[in-house]
């Protein structure tokens, strides 16, 4: 879990920063983004090769280089005297950091055996879903009190502690064997390349006008063509690299979907409150950190409890159903905040949610993984976190461009009003001039100033109704999620188990 932990934390924790990158490296802010990009595209193309790696080199010596060499690379970001050197040190980054999720899941769903998994799960899902919650407050805080450079340093006695953890406790089971035959060059190229420009386009779309530029157009294009390939090629060759037939299983291709759906809404959610307190509420960075972390709260009490009721045979269906419900009941009370919230309204539909994650990410874990061999489990945990990544790049960008997109329709439809006919416009531009005119402003100044004031007003009203309408779409998501559940299959030991 430290070094699932520590991978996770590193992808939001640098996000605050990103000016202070900036401006210490003489970069506008948009070259600073390159740091994050570059660090998720290494982290993608890694990701789905690691179940491959596992069997070449074994689990326990794959993590340890891995972890050695995210920490070693933490200490050179940290060190980093330019931008360039930076990005190239944050690829090497995320291109060790890629194999941490998938790697440290796969040891410990084979480690334990299947009734058991669901405390494993719940262990390991603490740094799954505490760890994007405290990256933005950790990361303010220390750029804040310190220097950016801290929020690479930071790793370094985690991935210390980790190291010899692993070298201590972990084991490498007798089936992990190198496999015979070719290593599938083209496959990987073809993964490299698709996986790649589907990275960049989700990261830069917004940033870019989507398909308005030809940049993001040409990149969808090596997307869809590299990527057709890539499947056809794995599902034909001898030594596949990703071995795909594994979505044969329909418990394992849902579960993977729903995970995929899962990162959409909870990264994307993640990434709307704290742009919400700052921009609506005039919450600081620091604070809206700090008001964002209630989710936490939820999960860390919610994730042992959620592992004892599957360890007492609760069908985990149930508690995914009932996760996905009281998660799409969370973010509909999101979508009810307004001008007037206060930070206890804000609190406790984020604990809600936190529970939520708990009772939603055991059991999709524990399901999903039940019907693949331990033997293909390094190869399934690297999809199953891949596509989470994928689905949070995919919900960072969506929102991102729905709120700015939905607020300009709002302002286009609101200011429709705002004329000399409505006599509520007039009363308030009026009482506003003369408010300006008491301050001491003259009668003309007043009036632009009144008109400036309404105009704020618009601005602020029109970017609410857009948060609104987002959160209302996660929240339906996560409902319309919920009939998938029954396309999985109960676990076996559970039924062994109840059965006896």
Known sequence: MLST?????????????????????????????????SYLVANAIVLPITGWLANQFGRKRLLITAVTGFTAASLLCGIAPTLPLLVLFRIMQGAAGGALQPISQ????????????????????????VAPILGPTLGGYLTDAYSWRWVFYINLPIGILSILMTRTFIKDPSYIKPQGGKIDFWG?????????????????????????????????????????????????????????????SRTYATGVFLMTLLGFVLYGSLVLLPIFLQTLLGYSAVSAGLWTSPRGIGAIIFMPITGLLLSRKWDPRILLALGLLTGS?????????????????????????GAAMAF???????????????????????????????GASAGISSVTTLIARRGQFHQNRLVAHLTPANPAYRNMLHALTGAFMRSGSDAATAGHQALGAVYGMLQQQSTLLSFVEVFFLLAAIFFFMTPLVLLMRRPKSTKMVAAH
């Open 106 to 129: 796969a040891i410990l769903l084979e480690t334990f055996p299947p009734e058991q998994r669901g405390k494993a799960m719940a262990f390991w899902g603490l740094g799954i879903v």
């Open 329 to 353: 009941w969370s973010l509909l009370a999101f979508s009810h905040f307004n001008l007037s919230s206060g930070t206890w309204d804000i609190f406790w539909p984020q604990v809600i949610q």
């Open 360 to 390: 939603i990410f055991v059991p999709l874990t524990t399901v999903t993984m039940d019907p693949v061999s331990n033997a293909e489990m390094g190869n399934a945990t690297s999809l199953f976190n891949l596509m989470r990544n994928l």
């Open 188 to 248: 990987f190229g073809m993964l490299a390349v698709g996986i790649s420009a589907l990275q960049i386009v989700l990261d830069k779309g917004q940033e870019a006008d989507w398909f308005g530029s030809n940049y993001i157009v040409v990149l969808c294009v090596i997307t869809l063509i590299a990527l057709t390939a890539f499947v056809v090629r794995e599902l034909r060759v001898k030594d596949p690299i990703v071995h795909l037939r594994v979505f044969k």
């Open 5 to 37: 932990f520590l991978e996770v934390l590193d992808t939001s924790v640098v996000n605050v920063s990103l000016p202070h990158i900036a401006g210490s490296l003489s970069a506008t802010i948009d070259e600073a983004t390159w740091v994050l990009t």
